[in-house]
Structure formats: structure tokens, C-alpha cells
């Protein structure tokens, strides 16, 4: 909350008790023993998905790389295929349809299914500026800004039916909803959300019942959401995406968290984490690099279980690290997948990882829980037939 322009922070805990209603929060105990049963058969599942995984194929799983939105090339799906990248995100706009985007994607599913676990095939379709896949089969998704004057319920039917078309185009994850939030104060002069109209508001209390009906719609077809950019980029000095040394003066217990927050009751699956830093919080520290951001404040401040993703680790931000310090600095931070958006680091984090899993009991210790992570989730998500 922001009271005559001073901004008042609330504990951890209190951002997790101003935040827990949603649509419905079903505590009934039928519910609860359907969960723990869903759990079980999901941690069946990736537990025996590993086993018959090499050790290359479960590195492959913490790896996310990129694919043209209007084809992938034989080099590209060849590169997959050696390094057994378990995850892809499509990258640039294309006006070819869901059909289109379907035929693009069958060879890239096929070269990127391990050992019977298929691939997390993300896309930024947000909506606005930030709507990657277009065309015959795909509705033209407002703004972000724009679907905040919606109502929650009906945002929410709304995600169910474009969340439904990424599914016919064979696209299994959405990177989204943003859960940024940028104040009225700050607007379009903030690089990363609000230049684009990425944000559903101005305020927490706008924002954070938006971004709840956004995970629900989603969630509603089965195919998993992901929230961003956590801790937060609403109030970022810049864009870490082409420059260095952005910042966000985001706190812990900050109120502003509280949709990652909503998010979280919502059932997300994945969040996403910024490669800003947060003088506030760790001073110097890239967010994505941070323990305290990933596995403190997400984990057990916010109490996320799921899957955690990186920003992109080859954009301005990072390039102060080579690509092997990169992945290991995100998975000792706890993150799960790394994300990158320039093939050119998939080679060299794959083998940082492996050396460093030989060298190290205690980072094997933290991969396996990584990919465990990761295939529970997917598990969960239907991907590991």
C-alpha cells in the first residue's frame, strides 16, 4: 500500500495472510485427500521418469532454450537432440495460425521428449504488445492494462478460451500472467511492464485479483501458467533485457509481492524470476542468483512449491557472468529451469553442470532436486504419459 506517497511494508507472513482468499480456497477434506492422492501418483511417476533417465537427459531437464515462433532448422533441433534439452520457449511473433504453430512445433516435440517425458513448450502470450502467436485460430488478446478493467470471473472464462487455443497449437505453457505492478506515478516510464501496458493495474488490490483469474483460466485446460517476474520489475530503474544494472526497489514483505502471492493460492505452477537486483533485499545480487530471493522469500515466504524458472540468462543483465557461472549460480539460488534465449549458452551450461555434479555431492544433491521438481510438475501437468 502506498499512503501520501509513503510506501508501508507488511511482514512476510502478513503478505501471505492479506492474500489468501481467491475465487475459492477448498479446504474440505475430500479435496484435500484428492490432492494427496494427485500428489503421490505424480511423485510415482517422475521418480520412475528418472530412474530411467541418464544423467544427460536429467541436466537436460533444468534447460529451457529457444525456438523460432516460424520454424526450427535441422541445426537447431540437432543442438536439442545432443544436449537432450527437456524444454523450449517460442521466440518472435507469427501470424501462422494454431495450425500453423502445430506443425511447427511436432518435430521440436519429438526431439525434445526424454525417456518418455515431454517437453515444457512455453510462449509470452500475454496479450497487447506481448501476444507472440497470431493468426487463424488465435483471438487478438488485449492489453494487459485493458483486461484489468475486466471482471475477475469474466477474465478468467476469457484465459479458459485463449488458453484452449495455445493448446490446439500445441503449446503446454504460458509465460504468464505478469505480476508486476507498476504505480499510476511510474506508468509507460517503466522500461520492462508498463511501456508495453503489461500490468493489470496500478495498485495491488487491482492487480492481484486479476492475476489470480489469469492462473484459473489457464489452469482450466490443463496447461500450466507461469507468474512473473518475481520479486518484481514494476518499479525497475530499466530494462534488464538490454541493460546492465537494473534495479527495483522491491523489499521483503513488500506489499507489492502480494500478487505473486495471489498467484500462489491460485495454484500456479511455475514462477518466473527476474535478473534485476533488489538493493533492498540483496544488494548486488542478481535476483535469479539470489538464495534469499528464490528459495527464501518464494519458497518458504510465499510458500511455492512448484517449479521455478529463470529469466532469460543470456540477456544484458547476466553478461557479466560466462554462461557456466550463470547455471550454476541460478540452480544454487533454487532455481529449476534456466531459461535462455541465445542457444549459444545451452553447451556451456550443460557441461558446467555436469563437471560440477562430479566435483560436488551437495550441487548433485541440488540438481536431482531440481529435475525431481521439474518432473513432478510435468507429471502433475500430464507430459509424462
Do not use: C
Not at 130 to 143: A, D, E, N, R, Y
Not at 184 to 208: C, H
Not at 313 to 336: E, K, M, P, W
Request: glycine content about 10%; charged content about 15%.
Amino acid at each position: 500500500m502506498a499512503v501520501a506517497g509513503v510506501l508501508v511494508l507488511l511482514s512476510a507472513p502478513a503478505v501471505r495472510a492479506a492474500t489468501t482468499s481467491d475465487f475459492a480456497l477448498v479446504t474440505a477434506s475430500a479435496t484435500t485427500t484428492s490432492s494427496a492422492t494427485a500428489t503421490a501418483t505424480a511423485t510415482d511417476k517422475a521418480q520412475a521418469a528418472y530412474a530411467r533417465m541418464t544423467r544427460a537427459q536429467r541436466i537436460g531437464q533444468l534447460l529451457m532454450a529457444a525456438v523460432p515462433s516460424t520454424g526450427s532448422s535441422s541445426t537447431l533441433r540437432t543442438k536439442l537432440a545432443r544436449y537432450h534439452v527437456g524444454n523450449v520457449v517460442l521466440i518472435g511473433q507469427t501470424e501462422a495460425g494454431t495450425s500453423g504453430v502445430a506443425a511447427v512445433l511436432a518435430p521440436v516435440r519429438k526431439v525434445s521428449t526424454e525417456a518418455g517425458v515431454l517437453p515444457y513448450i512455453g510462449v509470452d502470450q500475454e496479450g497487447g504488445y506481448v501476444q507472440h502467436l497470431k493468426g487463424s485460430g488465435f483471438s487478438t488478446i488485449p492489453t494487459a492494462v485493458h483486461q484489468g478493467g475486466i471482471a475477475p470471473t469474466t477474465l478468467r472464462d476469457d484465459w479458459t478460451r485463449w488458453a484452449r487455443q495455445l493448446k490446439r497449437a500445441g503449446v503446454n505453457l504460458d509465460l504468464a500472467p505478469v505480476a508486476d505492478v507498476v504505480p499510476a506515478s511510474v506508468g509507460t516510464s517503466n522500461q520492462p511492464i508498463g511501456r508495453y501496458y503489461r500490468e493489470y493495474g496500478y495498485t495491488t488490490t487491482r492487480v492481484s485479483p486479476h492475476v489470480g483469474a489469469v492462473v484459473h483460466g489457464i489452469r482450466a485446460t490443463g496447461i500450466s501458467a507461469a507468474a512473473k517476474h518475481f520479486p518484481g520489475l514494476g518499479r525497475a530503474s530499466g530494462n534488464t533485457d538490454t541493460m546492465p544494472g537494473v534495479t527495483d526497489p522491491t523489499r521483503r514483505g513488500d506489499p507489492y509481492l502480494a500478487p505473486f502471492q495471489r498467484a500462489v493460492n491460485a495454484g500456479v505452477r511455475m514462477v518466473m524470476v527476474s535478473t534485476a537486483i533488489y538493493p533492498n533485499i540483496r544488494p548486488h545480487v542478481i535476483g535469479a542468483f539470489s538464495h534469499f530471493i528464490v528459495t527464501r522469500m518464494l519458497r518458504y515466504d510465499l510458500g511455492f512449491t512448484g517449479v521455478i524458472v529463470s529469466d532469460s540468462l543470456t540477456t544484458q543483465s547476466v553478461a557479466f557472468r560466462n554462461y557456466a557461472s550463470r547455471a550454476i549460480l541460478g540452480l544454487n539460488a533454487g532455481v529449476d529451469i534456466l531459461l535462455v534465449t541465445e542457444n549459444a549458452a545451452v553447451g556451456p551450461m550443460t557441461s558446467a553442470i555436469a563437471q560440477r555434479m562430479k566435483s560436488s555431492t551437495t550441487f548433485a544433491t541440488v540438481v536431482k532436486r531440481a529435475v525431481m521438481r521439474v518432473l513432478t510438475a510435468k507429471a502433475s501437468a500430464g507430459l509424462i504419459p
